[in-house]
């Protein structure tokens, strides 16, 4: 909740300077359906590709799509988010190359979206029991999340992997 209200009151003076409609900043990060019901945000981009960062190019395009302003424009909202804090620029490694990446801000919170994101009825089959646990097998999205790390000590991504145990229950309560 703190961390919703935090971006209500940073991203409302971007949605004004930027004569944007309200909560714009919220959705491009959590996400919004789309006119064909495709959804898109940050997040929702995030879980698909089953990692907790993008590249600029693709909070770029998510960020123009979602604001509905031209790609200049849309930099610049970008840039502005970075600089409230409701983005995080940062750097990995990925095959021996540096790669810039954008990551949101806090980690519980990305986490959460992301495993929020991920507990979808097209990744949480709520059926039964049998297609809970089908759900997470692990050639599904949910089943990476749960793959341990080469030293057999804990999971590729601990952060997301709690923010699922925490969010699960709730997801099932009305099945098991």
């Known amino acids: ?11 409302s003076q971007i949605e004004s300077d930027f004569s944007l409609l309200g909560k714009t900043c919220w959705r491009i990060l959590k996400g919004k359906k789309t006119s064909n019901n495709q959804e898109i945000g940050i997040a929702v981009s995030m879980a698909e590709q089953v990692k907790d960062y993008l590249t600029p190019k693709e909070c770029l395009s ?4 979602v604001s509905g302003k031209p790609i200049a424009e849309a930099r610049l909202i970008l840039s502005r988010m970075v600089v409230e804090g409701l983005l995080a620029e ?15 801000p806090y980690q519980r919170f990305s986490d959460h979206l992301i495993a929020r994101h991920l507990l979808r009825k097209q990744n949480l089959n709520t059926t039964s029991e049998k297609t809970v646990r089908q759900s997470f097998y692990k050639n599904r999205p949910l089943g990476k999340i749960f793959t341990v790390d080469n030293y057999g000590r804990s999971y590729q991504m601990p952060g997301i992997a709690s923010a699922i145990m925490l969010e699960f229950p709730e997801r099932v309560k009305n099945v098991l």
């Open 1 to 11: 909740k703190l961390f919703e209200d935090f971006i209500s009151h940073v991203g």
């Open 62 to 65: 998510i960020v123009k799509e």
């Open 90 to 104: 940062d750097v990995m490694w990925e095959d021996g190359v540096q790669v810039d990446v954008v990551r949101l």
